[in-house]
């Protein structure tokens, strides 16, 4: 069993920057890629960027590409987003999650409880 915590989120104004964290804990929570997605209200669940749990490669979202930057501190189980240049549509919960190595939500299998970042025009 993994557990998945996320922080961080927040209040910006358009065009500042933040960073999200989401701490993996478990016995094999090293052993997962770990994903970040969003969720607008009203709308569904949406992949963001993903890192393998080696940390060497990472993918990302054509609407993030550029503007955000996923990282991974193996040491502390934790895995980052920096979110620069934030726009008001970036405006969601975002969810961390450890599974598969894909953009793909249903290859992931843990889940944290969402952080909401609100980005103000």
């Known amino acids: 069993q993994v557990q998945v915590v996320e922080s961080g989120g927040g209040l910006v104004q358009a065009g500042d920057s933040l960073r999200l964290s989401c701490l993996a804990s478990?016995?094999?929570?090293?052993?997962?890629?770990m994903g970040w997605f969003r969720q607008a209200p009203g709308k569904e669940r949406e992949f963001v960027a993903t890192?393998?749990?080696?940390?060497?490669?990472?993918y990302y979202a054509d609407s993030v590409q550029g503007r955000f930057t996923i990282s991974k501190d193996s040491a502390r189980n934790t895995v980052y987003l920096q979110m620069n240049s934030l726009k008001p549509e970036d405006t969601a919960v975002y969810f961390c999650?450890?599974?598969?190595?894909?953009?793909?939500?249903?290859?992931?299998?843990?889940w944290g409880q969402g952080t909401q970042v609100t980005v103000s025009s």
């Open positions: 478990g016995r094999t929570a090293g052993d997962y890629a």
């Open positions: 999650a450890a599974g598969a190595y894909s953009g793909d939500k249903s290859k992931y299998y843990y």
């Open positions: 890192i393998m749990a080696s940390g060497r490669y990472t």
